[in-house]
């Protein structure tokens, strides 16, 4: 079975810090996808990255970076000098389950970035 | 290009009553998929449609029904509402199958089942 956790429920930080998300994921396959979106107010899901299980390479996009590790398990989100635009949910997801695939989502962390 | 879009996006029910909620997808997108947003049991998989056929389904009973038309607009429909089918239902479109290609989201369509 596949399963995502975010054991971060909400994070509240000051504008300008660093914050990041965490995002343990489970599956049998060998090949899978992970993804993050972001959720803002107007409910909307917006995509973010998408990694596939055999590219551990990390990736930095402007201020958000993500660290892919496959031994824990992790795929972790990271926004560098985080802005209040950057509050909103943020959801990480896995697609797996070969021909039978579907997506699961993590429950989400609300990241709330206070002025 | 213009995104996804659904309609209506706010829908008000009583227990008992039918609805029907609309998605069209971004241009060339064949993929459908359609979910379930509560804040109990989070984002939930309902089904995917592609090339006007079912590809896959989540674990909903039949009173979720969805189908998909020529021009890849899709919609779903819920019979027999429910308290509980009080959600936010998005919408998602991908170029080919959502196992191989990247779906993005619409807006949603809150349901309010009273």
């Known amino acids: 079975a596949q399963k995502v956790t975010q054991a971060q429920t909400e994070i509240s930080v000051v504008e300008k810090e660093d914050v990041t998300l965490d995002c343990v994921y489970e599956?049998?396959?060998?090949?899978?996808?992970l993804f993050w979106y972001k959720q803002p107010p107007s409910g909307e899901l917006v995509f973010l990255i998408r990694?596939?299980?055999?590219?551990?390479q990390n990736e930095i996009s402007g201020r958000y970076s993500w660290n892919f590790q496959k031994s824990t398990s992790s795929f972790n989100f990271t926004i560098t000098a985080s802005q209040v635009v950057d509050s909103a949910v943020y959801f990480c997801?896995?697609?797996?389950?070969?021909?039978?695939?579907?997506?699961?989502f993590g429950k989400g962390t609300l990241l709330t970035v206070n002025p | 290009k213009a995104g996804v879009t659904q309609t209506p996006r706010y829908l008000i029910k009583t227990r008992g009553q039918q609805v029907t909620l609309s998605c069209s997808p971004i241009?060339?997108?064949?993929?459908v998929s359609w979910y379930q947003q509560t804040p109990g049991q989070g984002l939930q998989f309902l089904f995917e449609?592609?090339?006007?056929?079912?590809?896959n389904k989540g674990n909903f009973p039949g009173r979720f029904s969805g189908r998909q038309f020529s021009n890849s607009r899709s919609e779903m429909n819920v019979s027999t509402l429910e308290l509980g089918d009080s959600a936010l239902y998005l919408c998602?479109?991908?170029?080919?199958?959502?196992?191989?290609?990247?779906?993005?989201f619409g807006p949603g369509t809150r349901l309010t089942v009273l």
């Open positions: 998602a479109s991908s170029v080919g199958l959502a196992g191989i290609d990247t779906q993005y």
């Open positions: 599956t049998r396959d060998t090949t899978y996808y």
């Open positions: 990694r596939n299980s055999f590219d551990e």
């Open positions: 997801a896995l697609l797996s389950g070969g021909s039978n695939y579907k997506l699961t």
């Open positions: 241009s060339g997108h064949r993929s």
């Open positions: 449609y592609f090339s006007e056929t079912q590809r």
